[in-house]
Each structure stands twice: as C-alpha cells, then as structure tokens.
DNA sequence: TAAATGAACAAATAAACAAATTGTTCATTT
DNA sequence: AAATGAACAATTTGTTTATTTGTTCATTTA
C-alpha cells in the first residue's frame, strides 16, 4: 500500500474517533487502535496529534467541497448552477455525520472570520467557486453588474452563519425555511429582468 | 433621588466598569465605588452580581434600539426607512464605546442563535420593528409579497452577523463595504420594479 | 425612618503541588 | 521497510490550602 493510500485510511480512522470524542478526549492510541496498529507506528506517517487532527478535518472539508463541485458541474444553466451550489453545499452535512459531529465539537473550524480561519486555501477555493458563478452569470447577461469580490464575501459569510446555525446551534428545521426565503431574496437580487 | 434614578445611574457606573474590566475582573466593590457607595449599600439596589450584569447589558441594548427607532421614525418613505434602519443599527456601535466593549468581552450577549438569547424581549421588539417595515413596504405595493416572517429571522441573523464580524472581530474596515454590497443585493431582491 | 456602613460569613477563585495520563521518540524486533 | 513497546517529556487531572470576592445583616448615620 502506497503512503497516500495509508494516510487516506488513517483520516477516515481518524475522523471517526474525532467525531466521537473529540479533540482533547481522543487519545492517539485510540486513534492507533481504530486502525489496528500502535501509536508508535502511527507517528511514522503523522508529525503530531494536532496536526493530524488539522489534516483530517482538511481531508473532510475537501470530500464537501469536492461533492459540491461534482453536483454543480453537472448544471449548464449558470442561474441554476447557483442554486445547486448553495443548496447542496448547506445540506451536505446532514450527510456526513462524522464531520458534523467534529464541527459541532470545534466550531472554531468554520469561523464567520477569515481571520480566525485554519483552513484558508479550503475556503479560498469554495469562495473562488462562488465568484467563478457570479462573474459567469454577469458575463452571460443574467445577473446583475455587482462588485463580485464583496457580494461574494457577503454570501459566503452568510453561508457560514447557515452552517451554524443549522448544525452547531441545530437549528435545523426553522433554519431550513430561512434558507429557502433568503435564497429567494437574494436570487431576485442577483438575476436581471430577463426579457 | 427616586429609586427609578439610582437604578439609572447604576447602570450606567456598572456599565463603565464591566467595559473596562469585562465581567469576570470587575468587582461588585469596583462598582460601587465608581458610584461612591459601598458594596452593602449597592445591595440594596441589585440581587447579585449576574443580575447587576444582566440588567445592564439590557439597559445598553435598550439605548441602542431606542435611538435606531428614533432615527427610522424621520423617515416617511417606507424604502428609505427600511434603509436608514439598517445602517443606523449597523453603525450605533461604533459610537458607543463601553456597550462594545462590554460586547467583545462577552460574544454571547449577541448570539447567531435565538435559543442561547438571554435578550429574547428586547430582540424580539426589534425584530417586530423590522417585520413592521417589510409589512408597510408590502402593503404599500412598494415591496414584493415575501414571507415576512422567515425574511425578518434572515435579514435579523444577518445582521448579527455584521455586528460579530464588525465589532467582536474587528474586521470593520472590509466589513463595511460588505455591509454596503450586501444592502443594496437585498434591497434589490426586495423591491418591485416601479413604473 | 430611609439610606448607608462595615464587619461577618459563605461561595468562588487562584495557587501550589503530587499523581496520573498521554504525546512523542527511538533502539530493537518482525 | 514497517512495526513494536519501553522510555521519557509534556500535559492534564486531582487535591489541598490560601485568598479573594459575593452576599447578608445588625448597627450607624443623615
């Protein structure tokens, strides 16, 4: 088995005992054991505990984006696209119990400040999804001519705010309804009167 | 002096304090003296420490929503309204130092979840001040006929968090042109073109 | 007599230290 | 080359004591 494949295997053994117990109750033996082997040889393929926790949640962050991408790639229609786009990225995490249970222990993984924010090429590339969706749909003649940096940033910040809210705080039904209105609101805010 | 008063004064010592020192450190004496009393004697006018905090953090946010109100109601155009209300909140912080303060020191003053409010009362009244204005906009056929309610939950919790991203982690600077981009997308998604 | 004081007490917090757990390394084995 | 497990270092936890701070109330003051 080549490296790459062993430390795949080790952040998903890792991700489950995270999302079990936790950052600080989640022993590096546990972690060993999950997988059949001992700490010692666990240190072989990782430098410490805390980095191998920031490398398994950045391995969970990359599977969501990688599963949002794959969704909306399949869209032609650019308004459509968006829609996709934010509707399966808010719901992915109903899916991925593992993940959703090591966000809600350590909500400091997806903060509403970049500043605060361990994940910045992750996030940089989500957000650079968004633009590439905005910018499209001004060229194409269907939204509006807006400053795509800002709005941008406005609708990933607001993202963040669903993903907590509906979660880490598990909001999740009445949120679920303030999704759909606001996702309303800011669609007829992008799109032009198409004629 | 009528108790009415003394409690006012309190406050707003109490206030001072808690901005300088955050809960924790400030001492019920600190108070006190900033008053020029003695702890026993301040004991006559609150229960405890907690209750002394929470009664003036109340009084702060009381201000804040009372000079908002004042500032909407010189507006007779419903838009304009609707606008003044948002900027005006958004930027009533930055003019009251210790109520700031007060907020950084303890986030959870102003949570992105309705169930972990301490404030329900006063945050309600202002969400039924901003579900006021979306229903006269409605009425008077100059906003489009949303759920009211769902876009008042939305357009309160992203306002939350501008006022996280603005004052708890100080990103004032990009968050302000965020706020303007942002404003003007909702506004956009709210009104109904004119004829 | 209403308002304020300060001593007294209870509750919470901080400091100091020992004991136990857990993270990390590495000489040795498989 | 990959894995082990003993050894060691770093943290965390548990315990006790000392100190501070919150709260009450009999007494004093204006």
């Given at each position: 088995m080549t490296k790459k494949d062993s430390l795949y295997q080790i952040y998903e053994a890792a991700l489950n005992v995270f999302a079990k117990y936790g950052y600080k109750k989640a022993t590096v033996e546990d972690i060993a054991k999950e997988m059949g082997m001992t700490k010692g040889n666990l240190y072989l393929y990782v430098k410490s505990k805390k980095d191998l926790y920031e490398k398994t949640v950045a391995h969970g962050l990359l599977r969501w984006q990688a599963k949002v991408r794959e969704e909306m790639e399949g869209q032609d229609d650019i308004v459509k696209r968006f829609v996709i786009m934010c509707t399966k990225a808010f719901e992915y995490l109903s899916k991925d119990r593992a993940l959703r249970a090591v966000l809600i222990n350590d909500?400091?993984?997806?903060?509403?400040?970049p500043r605060e924010d361990r994940f910045t090429e992750i996030n940089r590339a989500s957000m650079d999804m968004l633009k590439g969706v905005l910018q499209t749909g001004i060229e194409q003649g269907r939204?509006?001519?807006?400053?795509v940096d800002h709005t941008t940033q406005f609708l990933f910040s607001i993202y963040v705010m669903f993903i907590i809210k509906a979660y880490v705080k598990s909001e999740g039904r009445s949120t679920q309804a303030m999704f759909d209105e606001g996702l309303g609101l800011i669609l007829r805010g992008l799109l032009k009167n198409e004629r």
């Open positions: 909500p400091t993984i997806f903060p509403l400040s939204f509006h001519k807006i400053d």
